[in-house]
């Protein structure tokens, strides 16, 4: 009997521990980022606002969904994992192989779900550009000239 109630009382802990933890990971990060990386040396186009509280909370998108580190293939990424700058791995200018330039990974992870979920008529985020880019300001309209 004895035993059984260490038991229980370890389990419960242990799945208190991890429940916390999760809490403090959901803590770290902002509801709202903008996406906009200092890589490109001009941005075409203003930067997008980017709601994570709503993606992950709200919406039940996966950590994974969005972040990924590869290796041999296979995305080994873990939620609670160190996110890095997505242009850490992705160039600016070139695609190499199966690993997109940035503006083409940041437009496949992101309007290739939104445009997924359209597809398979679910509610969804914006597919077009202006949707989701904010418009530039004058100083960077001009900068851009």
Known sequence: MRKRIFFLSGVILCIALFAGGGILIAIDVPDEMIIKDDAFEKHKKGPVKLTHKKHNVDYKIACTDCHHVYKEGKNIYKE???VQRCSACHDVKESEGKKKKLMLAFH??????????????KKTGPTKCN????K????????LK
């Open 131 to 134: 949707d989701c880019h904010e």
């Open 136 to 143: 530039k300001s004058e100083e960077e309209t001009a900068a």
């Open 108 to 121: 496949k992870n992101c309007q290739g779900c939104h445009r997924e979920l359209k597809k398979a008529n």
């Open 80 to 82: 609670g994992d160190p």
